[in-house]
């Protein structure tokens, strides 16, 4: 059976490289017969400080963003992780089937720990655990996730043959990962080398999906550029990552390719095609941050979308954690 499990943490408002990357992806698989699991990470997102009363708040309003970008209820489970006490639990236990070299390479670890990782949470350096145990808790079979979760989602795979092969099942299935396609590597708009993300300290780096017209145009116009005109076909684009980013996100938003872009764009400068982006990046996501601030105005209606996927995913999760009590000889009750 086909399950489809993801998560978004509730680290900050989410941005045009959530939006590309992981939520339309989410809205647009939800046409086959698979079961869905989209959860709000909020567990992760204390493995760095979060203000108590604004975490609550970004959990409500990443499941707006859900509910926004198109994920439906009816076809998909929307679920704080905090609410499904398993995660938690299996993440206990991976901890003592992952090995310490495993991750010692993981290289989020080492962007957000920074230099003075003495001073990292241990859930920081834990963080790829916990992820496992968040997709093999539904024993999931596809993970749709950005480009930069490569290395975590490896990780995943990982735990299961690891902990299969201990002890002697054949228990979890070893998850395959989605991140093909247009907006799986949104660049930040100040520096084309870093990805965009939450947790970037400035907000001039990403279009927030709560950001008004004017916001965002004075945000591309501000966006990191260089001199030189656009190519006329893609490969005038290596070396040039500003630029790339750029054309990637007015391909990925229209519908587009690339080359599309360049046959309109090629041969022109800035400040003819800063604007055009603009105008597609206000078209495509006005509708979403629309419906989002709607959302947003009925928390109470948020906590009801929650309270029914906290119960499914448990009613899912519960017996995996029997199951996996039992294989590796915790008393699970008779
Ligand atoms: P943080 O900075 O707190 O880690 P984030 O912006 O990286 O936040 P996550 O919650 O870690 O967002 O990731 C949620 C989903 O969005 C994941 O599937 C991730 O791969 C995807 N994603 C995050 N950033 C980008 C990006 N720049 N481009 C494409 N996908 C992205
Ligand atoms: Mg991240």
């Known amino acids: 059976k086909k399950r489809i499990l993801s998560g978004i943490q ?32 909020d567990l992760h997102a204390i493995t760095v400080w979060q203000e108590p009363q604004k975490l609550l708040d ?15 209820i009816e076809k998909s489970t929307i679920f704080p992780q905090s609410a499904v006490t398993g995660h938690v639990e299996l993440a206990w236990i991976f901890n003592c089937v992952a090995r310490l070299g495993w991750l010692d390479r993981m290289t989020q670890f080492k962007d957000k720990a920074g230099k003075d990782k003495e001073r990292a949470s241990v859930g920081l350096y834990t963080y790829p655990v916990l992820q496992a145990a968040d997709i093999l808790l539904y024993k999931a079979t596809h993970v749709p996730v950005g480009e930069d979760q490569r290395q975590h989602l490896e990780l995943t795979r990982d735990v299961a043959k690891k902990f299969n092969h201990d002890f002697e099942v054949d228990y979890f299935p070893v998850p395959e990962t989605l991140y093909q396609g247009p907006g799986a590597r949104i660049m930040s708009l ?17 279009i927030n999906l709560t950001d008004d017209a ?10 990191k550029s260089d001199a030189d005109v656009l190519p006329e076909a893609a490969e005038g684009l290596e070396n040039r990552p500003e630029a790339k980013n750029l054309v990637g996100i007015y391909a990925a938003l229209a519908g587009t390719s690339v080359a599309d872009v360049l046959n309109d764009f090629g041969g022109k400068g800035f400040g003819a095609f800063k604007p055009a ?4 990046v206000v078209e495509k996501m006005a509708p979403i941050s629309q ?19 906290a119960d499914r995913a448990n009613e899912v999760a519960a017996p995996v954690v029997k199951d996996v009590k039992k294989i590796v000889g915790l008393w699970a009750g008779s």
């Open 291 to 309: 419906r989002l601030r709607g959302l947003l105005a009925d928390p109470a209606e948020i906590d009801r979308v929650l309270k029914i996927g």
């Open 214 to 223: 004017d916001t965002i145009a004075s945000k591309i116009k501000k966006a």
């Open 10 to 41: 509730a680290s900050g408002s989410l941005h045009l490289g959530n939006y590309l990357g992981a939520l339309k992806k989410f809205a647009d698989m939800q046409s086959d017969d698979a079961e869905r699991f989209f959860f709000i990470a």
């Open 58 to 72: 970004q959990t409500r309003e990443i499941a707006a963003c859900y509910l926004a970008a198109g994920v439906d």
């Open 190 to 206: 100040r520096d084309g080398m870093a990805k965009m993300s939450k947790s970037d300290p400035s907000d001039n780096s990403r």
């Open 277 to 280: 982006l603009a105008e597609v």
